[in-house]
């Protein structure tokens, strides 16, 4: 039976973009990924049924947990856009070669800064700090092939290659 079990994140680094340095000590809280959905019912409808609106999605906050209070976490945030890139590694394990193998992901991300929680200020520990950012623009590449991507203000949404909302955007006049 071919596939792969996925095992764990084995290794991460977080890149302010443009950057080739990374930056960020902590963990990372990646968004939901929640599609808004509107209820209908009448005529024709046994009852209601909720259905997701493709391409759009709610609120989406990515946060980073960092181990104390440091002037990364206020680089966050601000009225001004700021781009991210995490970069991961996946270790799996190949049952056709019976062997662990290692994946690599990409998230891309541009948002704007919601804010810092400073944490708790206690001796011999973390402050647990946390900067918040709401997520505008996000892209993931899994073994650098493209599998979702949003832009909410570019109407653009597309998961695993397709386009949910081309037509829409031709019928915008933006395509």
Known sequence: MAGNIPVKLEGMALF???????????????PSLTPMSDTISG??????????SPGHYGSME???????????????VGSKMKGLEIRGAFKEFD???TEFVTRSIKIVVRGVGKGVD???LSVNAATDTTTTIEVIYMKIFIDGQAVFEIDKFNFVSRVNGQDDQADVRK?????
């Open 16 to 30: 302010l973009e443009g950057s080739n340095t990374d930056f960020a000590t902590g963990d990372i809280t990646l």
């Open 171 to 175: 019928a915008l006049g933006l395509a």
């Open 43 to 52: 005529a024709g409808i046994l009852g209601e049924v909720d259905l997701p």
């Open 62 to 76: 990515l946060g980073i947990a960092w181990r104390t209070i440091n002037r990364d976490a206020f680089n966050l």
């Open 118 to 120: 400073l944490g708790t």
């Open 95 to 97: 049952k056709s070669k």
